[in-house]
């Protein structure tokens, strides 16, 4: 199975400011025959069933507003988000689908400072 | 517009069983590969099992291999999932996620709201 590891586990950024969440597979979900990174990122909010943001590692969903982005590949992934906004006060996870079984991330909680 | 809408949780008794169902609408229902994922209170989420457009393929996770079932009638546009021998450890929200393939598990971009189990004596 593959292991998905986030880091930090929490994080406080003030409003306007940068949040940066990283995301380690414990092997390459980078299909090399259509050179695409099997990872997706999500958004959960309290009470609320996960949205979402990317996929791809770095297509973001439609909808999804410009200042979430992802970057990374192989093993090693990004997710940042620019000019934090009180409504993006929730909890964070990483998933691969390179092979099943599909295995996510611990999730990261992203707070205002 | 998409709709899941998942049914059937509630408590039961460890060993026990409980079918789960997710009524879908606003899309292609058959097209589509469909999965369970839970959220054990207070944790993280769970890839639980998957299963192709046309039913023929199924996937699970190794917690849940050889006690839940998952499967689909695509005339009622229903996603199911059977859990046998449930253990206390089972207690989670379970979300129906519609997947973005047509046959191998991936990524989703639509999820139900919820429905509890609660695995206790």
């Known amino acids: 199975d593959i292991v998905m590891t986030q880091s930090p586990d929490s994080l406080a950024v003030s409003l306007g400011e940068r949040a940066t969440i990283n995301c380690k597979s414990s092997?390459?979900?980078?299909?090399?025959?259509?050179?695409?990174?099997?990872l997706a990122w999500y958004q959960q909010k309290p009470g609320q069933p996960p949205k979402l943001l990317i996929y791809w590692a770095s297509t973001r969903e439609s909808g999804v507003p410009d200042r979430f982005s992802g970057s990374g590949s192989g093993t090693d992934f990004t997710l940042t988000i620019n000019n934090l906004q009180a409504e993006d006060v929730a909890v964070y996870y990483c998933?691969?689908?390179?092979?099943?079984?599909?295995?996510f991330g611990g999730g990261t909680k992203v707070e205002i400072k | 517009e998409v709709q899941l809408l998942e049914s059937g949780g509630g408590l039961v008794q460890p060993g026990g069983s409980l079918r789960l169902s997710c009524a879908a609408s606003?899309?292609?229902?058959?097209?589509?590969?469909m999965n369970w994922v839970r959220q054990a209170p207070g944790k993280g989420l769970e890839w639980v099992s998957g299963?192709?457009?046309?039913?023929?393929?199924?996937y699970y996770a190794d917690s849940v291999k050889g006690r839940f079932t998952i499967s689909r009638d695509n005339s009622k546009n229903t996603l199911y999932l059977q859990m046998n021998s449930l253990r206390a450890e089972d207690t989670a929200v379970y979300y129906c996620?519609?997947?973005?393939?047509?046959?191998?598990?991936?990524?989703?971009?639509?999820w139900g709201q919820g429905s509890l189990v609660t695995v206790s004596s």
């Open positions: 299963i192709s457009d046309s039913g023929d393929s199924t």
């Open positions: 092997q390459s979900v980078l299909y090399s025959s259509n050179n695409k990174n099997y």
């Open positions: 998933q691969q689908y390179y092979s099943t079984p599909l295995t």
């Open positions: 996620a519609k997947d973005l393939m047509s046959v191998v598990p991936s990524y989703f971009d639509y």
């Open positions: 606003g899309f292609t229902f058959s097209s589509y590969a």
